[in-house]
Every structure is written in C-alpha cells, then in structure tokens.
C-alpha cells in the first residue's frame, strides 16, 4: 500500500486538479500519486455534501469579478464624458 497522504494535502491535489486547467495525469504525476488515486480523492470530494463545492466558490467569485468589472466600466464611461465636457468647455 502507498503512503498516507495528510487530508490537506489532498485537498490542495483536488483543488489542483479541478483549477489549474491541467490533465489530471500530469497533475498526478506531479504530485506523486496514481492517476485513479486522484480521482478518487476528486469523487470523494465532490460526494462531500459538508463541504462547499469548489465550482460553487468559482462561480461566486466569478459574478463578483463580473459585477465589479460592469461598475469599473460604467464609472470609466462617466469619466469619459466629463473629460470630452470639459474638453469642449475650455475652447
């Protein structure tokens, strides 16, 4: 049997796995499991209904990203205008 690996570090394997856009061959390979290791760590965190799901922390970060990156551009626009104002002011 292999070793023990700490549930941290098994964690930060799935967190890897799921994020980094690589394949989970390499992932495995890199980190010094199995392949099917891997993968079982992956289902047995997705089969964890106590913890919160990586992809649902990904999609809350995502709208957050989505509704600040509308407020900058909404704020860049005002901008844009109150300089083209003033711009035609001053002449």
Do not use: C, H, Y
């Amino acid at each position: 049997m292999g070793a023990r690996r700490t549930l941290e570090f098994r964690s930060e394997a799935v967190r890897i796995a799921l994020t980094s856009g690589l394949p989970r061959k390499q992932v495995a390979t890199d980190l010094g499991v199995g392949f099917s290791t891997l993968n079982k760590w992956i289902q047995q965190d997705r089969a964890d209904l106590n913890k919160p799901s990586t992809q649902s922390d990904l999609e809350r970060e995502l709208a957050e990203l989505r509704r600040e990156n509308r407020l900058l551009r909404e704020e860049r626009d005002v901008l844009k205008k109150a300089t083209r104002f003033f711009a035609e002011r001053s002449k």
